[in-house]
């Protein structure tokens, strides 16, 4: 397979057709290439939906220069995210002190985006064999998927990554980064770049990994005669709100006598690998442990998984236990 080539970020003015353009472009075709082109859209959400669900979506609107623009608001902050008018642009992510992170979507055609299934922006065919899409999502986050529709795509996507000024990536211990600022009290985290996944038709499990050449956060996506395509991969990045940190069935399982046992902050905190947990962890209270211990106990007996969230400032925020 091959990969695509390396772009340098651009910061300017997005070029290119608006999302108005292109629909008054579409309106003036023939009704069945109008019904072809409503129909592989619709597909290409389908798909990319499929993989990921549709209730952590982020309601969005059409806003200038961008296919769909969301603002999230909670105890944290606000946070607003942009998806690219086409598929050249980049997405991009503010929060209410004007911070920004942007992510290139990866060397393509030039397609425009189209909003289609439960929120879903698509860029159907945008490269050989692949759809690109963009999620915003209620916890403030942007998902930037790539659709591997056959064999013939690309095994390797470049995002070109811009990131806020002075901040720097810091690996996570998970597969993914922290998006950290160096200060005299050390580093504080900003955002983050979450853990790659990548699934097949079937649902199953695709290897993935990412690793930093440059300005660019690369993708690789190893399939083989056995996977079922499409295939649908995500780096999902974040700021300004919070860390989630997951733990699947067997890890559950495996810590569940050291969660059990760990009556202070000081041992919990020993099962937080995530640098930025172990900061605020350390914090935690009696009845936060507790907490901690039961939501455990029931995922560990139930065959779940957990997930434990933190804010920015590695303050503990919730736990909960979920189907996996």
Known sequence: MNTFSHRKFRTGVLAGTSLLTAVAILSTASPALAEAA??????????????????????????????????????????????????????????ADGTKLRLNLPETNKVTGVKA??????????????????????????????TLKD???????????????????????NGGYLITKSGSKGATVLGSVDAPWAKDANGKAVPTSYRVEGDSLVQKVTTTADTAFPVVADPKVSI???????????EVKALKN??????????????LVNPVASVGCALLGGAVIKKVQSVWAYAAAHGRCVEMKFTYAGIFSDIKHYKC
């Open 38 to 95: 409503g129909t592989t859209t619709a597909k290409a959400a389908a798909v990319v939906e499929r993989a990921t669900g549709t209730r952590d979506l982020a309601l969005s609107t059409a806003a200038p220069e961008s296919a769909a623009r969301s603002v999230t608001s909670t105890e944290s902050g606000s946070v607003t995210v942009t998806a690219p008018t086409d598929s050249l642009g980049y997405v991009e992510s503010t929060t």
């Open 117 to 146: 299934g439960a929120g879903t922006v698509v860029y159907a065919d945008a490269a050989r064999s692949t759809d690109l899409a963009v999620q915003p999502t209620s916890d403030g986050g942007a998902r930037t998927l790539v």
């Open 151 to 173: 064999d013939a795509a690309p095994d390797e996507y470049r995002f070109g990554l811009d990131l806020p000024s002075g901040t720097e990536l810091m690996e996570d211990g």
């Open 240 to 250: 300004g709100f919070n860390i989630y940190i997951k733990y699947n069935k067997a």
């Open 258 to 271: 050291k969660v059990t046992y760990a009556d202070t902050s000081v041992a919990m905190c020993g099962l």
